[in-house]
């Protein structure tokens, strides 16, 4: 790293060592998304309280009863969607822009959604200030997704409704996917989407806790 401060080295090993021991050994192999992981400075993303721990094997609270996910869970989404070079990708539920900075390293345009307008302006700010270029975050019901720069390759939701939102399948390419958790505060599962031009198929990927899906509406 040329011109790295003794705190970047610091970080850029502790995200090696992240994908290795937390990501790799748990059999995730997509070496784009392990490449992605490497380099987006995860410390960056998460509030100055818990930089010490932004490499650590679980979610971190980022303010207004949100979290930014287990950099495991953010790894296993990624890699499920198939992601490739010239894709467009819709995120709900940017929170800190965190997994949208990984995702813009994996695809063409990243289009994200968050519903809590303090975080869509630090997003933005942190975004920007790193050079994620090809990340649009606005505020919205992820709900309904992003109806205008539809239809998307691929979509990643991070927070848990019970159940999949039509709005976004109806957004979704036919041979798109969509990671979801879905489920209660008891008991949530991430779900994978498939979009086939005859209809939709799921597949249970693994138990999660994410926060709960918020709607405009709940206000």
Same mark, same amino acid.
């Given at each position: 790293?040329?011109?790295?401060?003794?705190?970047?080295?610091?970080?850029?090993?502790?995200?090696?060592?992240?994908?290795?021991?937390?990501?790799?050994?748990?059999?995730?192999?997509?070496?784009?998304?392990?490449?992605?992981?490497?380099?987006?400075?995860?410390?960056?993303?998460?509030?100055?309280?818990?930089? +010490? /721990? =932004?490499?650590? &094997?679980?979610?971190?609270?980022?303010?207004?009863?949100?979290? %930014?996910? @287990? #950099?495991?869970?953010?790894?296993?989404?990624?890699?499920?969607?198939?992601?490739?070079?010239?894709?467009?990708?819709?995120?709900?539920?940017?929170?800190?822009?965190?997994?949208?900075?990984?995702?813009?390293?994996?695809?063409?345009?990243?289009?994200?959604?968050?519903?809590?307008?303090?975080?869509?302006?630090?997003?933005?700010?942190?975004?920007?200030?790193?050079?994620?270029?090809?990340?649009?975050?606005?505020?919205?019901?992820?709900?309904?997704?992003?109806? +205008? /720069? =539809?239809?998307? &390759?691929?979509?990643?939701?991070?927070?848990?409704?019970?159940? %999949?939102? @039509? #709005?976004?399948?109806?957004?979704?390419?036919?041979?798109?996917?969509?990671?979801?958790?879905?489920?209660?505060?008891?008991?949530?599962?991430?779900?994978?989407?498939?979009?086939?031009?005859?209809?939709?198929?799921?597949?249970?990927?693994?138990?999660?806790?994410?926060?709960?899906?918020?709607?405009?509406?709940?206000?």
């Amino acid at each position: 790293m040329d011109g790295a401060t003794a705190e970047d080295r610091k970080a850029e090993e502790q995200r090696r060592k992240m994908v290795a021991w937390q990501i790799e050994r748990r059999g995730i192999r997509e070496e784009s998304v392990l490449r992605a992981m490497r380099e987006v400075p995860r410390h960056e993303f998460v509030p100055s309280a818990f930089r +010490e /721990s =932004a490499h650590d &094997d679980c979610a971190l609270p980022i303010g207004f009863g949100q979290t %930014v996910s @287990q #950099p495991y869970i953010v790894a296993l989404t990624l890699a499920h969607l198939a992601l490739r070079p010239e894709h467009c990708v819709l995120e709900v539920g940017a929170g800190s822009g965190y997994q949208a900075a990984v995702l813009s390293r994996l695809v063409a345009q990243v289009f994200a959604i968050e519903i809590i307008d303090q975080l869509v302006v630090r997003a933005i700010c942190d975004l920007q200030r790193l050079h994620y270029d090809n990340v649009l975050v606005r505020s919205g019901d992820g709900y309904e997704g992003w109806p +205008e /720069s =539809a239809p998307f &390759d691929a979509i990643a939701v991070a927070a848990a409704a019970d159940h %999949v939102p @039509q #709005p976004l399948v109806n957004q979704l390419r036919a041979g798109g996917r969509m990671v979801i958790p879905i489920g209660n505060v008891g008991a949530q599962e991430l779900i994978l989407v498939e979009k086939g031009r005859d209809g939709t198929r799921t597949r249970a990927l693994c138990p999660v806790r994410f926060v709960p899906f918020t709607r405009k509406a709940d206000d």
